[in-house]
């Protein structure tokens, strides 16, 4: 076990302990999360930056502007990334809304991870309790997006 990170002070109140590490857990979530927002953030910054640089991407925009400005939201020959294979195969091409939509789609799954390094983390620790409730989330999240 770790020491408390939370320690009363004397007067009353808490004060936070600063040589304390963070318990394992806590940590690797810490990383999970932290490399899971930046690989997205950087995905969509990128992606924005390739769409607006393209060439085709601004005459497209130039034509859609009068059908955006009535509420329609998608144009005939747009491509749509409906899967995770289409938006590989735009990613493999340089397209810029396949990068966006893959920087979507890390942020989404951001969280999953987090809960499969729980499990981990919980099966090193040989906690059956944890495992077990972690694992049964992490089913349920999977199904979730397995079933659609």
Do not use: C, K, N
């Amino acid at each position: 076990m770790t020491d408390s990170v939370v320690q009363e002070s004397s007067g009353g109140g808490a004060e936070w302990d600063d040589s304390a590490a963070p318990p394992p857990l806590e940590r690797a979530v810490a990383v999970v999360l932290g490399i899971g927002v930046t690989l997205s953030s950087a995905l969509l910054v990128t992606g924005v930056i390739v769409t607006l640089a393209a060439r085709s991407s601004r005459h497209a925009a130039t034509r859609a502007m009068p059908a955006l400005r009535h509420g329609a939201l998608h144009q005939p020959g747009w491509t749509s990334y409906s899967s995770i294979a289409a938006v590989i195969r735009g990613v493999s091409h340089g397209t810029g809304p396949a990068l966006v939509m893959l920087g979507v789609l890390v942020l989404v799954a951001t969280p999953i991870a987090r809960v499969a390094v729980s499990v981990v983390v919980f099966s090193v620790s040989r906690d059956r309790r944890y495992i077990l409730v972690t694992a049964l989330v992490l089913a349920v999240l999977l199904g979730s997006f397995a079933l659609g």
